[in-house]
């Protein structure tokens, strides 16, 4: 069964700070994993896509990193700042890209 | 601006009343689709249109009627809804053919849906 789970489910840290969101999946066949941000009353927004051959990729403090033969993915944000409170949803594609499976995402809010 | 764009943002209804929910996109994309949001659950994908032919129902209750009149445009029309219909619905777009294939999902703003 495909599946994308997501831990943790929830996560607050102070402004400033570092944290490490992850992904595990067993979606097959794997096509590529996107991270999403998705801000309280809005929809998602993509903040990067990993494909099969990249280890890693980086969008500002945005790090993601994928190990395909461990189906796991984290997202590391740096330096983390007021707007980054959102929920993170991680989205795997599968069956040539047509099919997406979601996970439930980590809601994370960043304290002053 | 996400290029896909979604009327109205917020909506409170009875359980006998009809409305309907608008997404229209700006991007080119083929493919649409509608996604129900639920408190601490997975986005749960309702339908999907391509080149404006279904090809995708979620075994979605009756109640939820879609209609997609054109590529660019996507409607969800609701009828006798329950109050555990209460969600965020969200409209997305992305291409689906040829060099595009696997494109991102791009998301509306949701249509935050109240079923009294």
């Known amino acids: 069964k495909n599946q994308v789970e997501q831990s943790p489910q929830s996560l607050i840290i102070l402004e400033g700070k570092n944290c490490t969101l992850q992904c595990n999946y067993t979606v097959s066949p794997f096509s590529n994993l996107r991270w999403y941000k998705q801000d309280t009353g809005r929809g998602p927004v993509s903040l990067t896509i990993?494909?099969?051959?990249?280890n890693t990729k980086s969008n500002g403090r945005y790090t993601a990193t994928l190990d395909a033969d461990t189906k796991q993915s984290s997202l590391h944000i740096t330096a983390s700042q007021l707007s980054d409170s959102a929920s993170y949803i991680c989205?795997?594609?599968?069956?040539?890209?047509?099919?997406?499976?979601f996970g439930q995402g980590t809601r994370l809010t960043i304290n002053p | 601006e996400t290029g896909v764009t979604q009327t109205p943002r917020h909506l409170v209804m009875g359980m006998t009343n009809k409305k309907s929910l608008k997404c229209e996109q700006h991007l080119g994309h083929n493919a649409m689709y509608w996604y129900k949001q639920s408190a601490k659950k997975p986005l749960e994908l309702m339908f999907v249109?391509?080149?404006?032919?279904?090809?995708e129902n979620n075994s979605v209750p009756s109640r939820f009627s879609p209609e997609c009149p054109n590529s660019s445009h996507l409607f969800l029309h609701l009828h006798t809804l329950q109050p555990e219909d209460s969600a965020l619905y969200l409209c997305?777009?992305?291409?689906?053919?040829?060099?595009?294939?696997?494109?991102?999902?791009?998301f509306g703003e949701g249509s935050r849906l109240t079923v009294l």
């Open positions: 997305a777009s992305r291409a689906t053919s040829g060099r595009f294939k696997g494109g991102e999902l791009f």
């Open positions: 989205v795997v594609s599968a069956q040539g890209a047509q099919k997406l499976v």
């Open positions: 990993m494909t099969f051959s990249e």
């Open positions: 249109y391509n080149f404006k032919e279904q090809t």
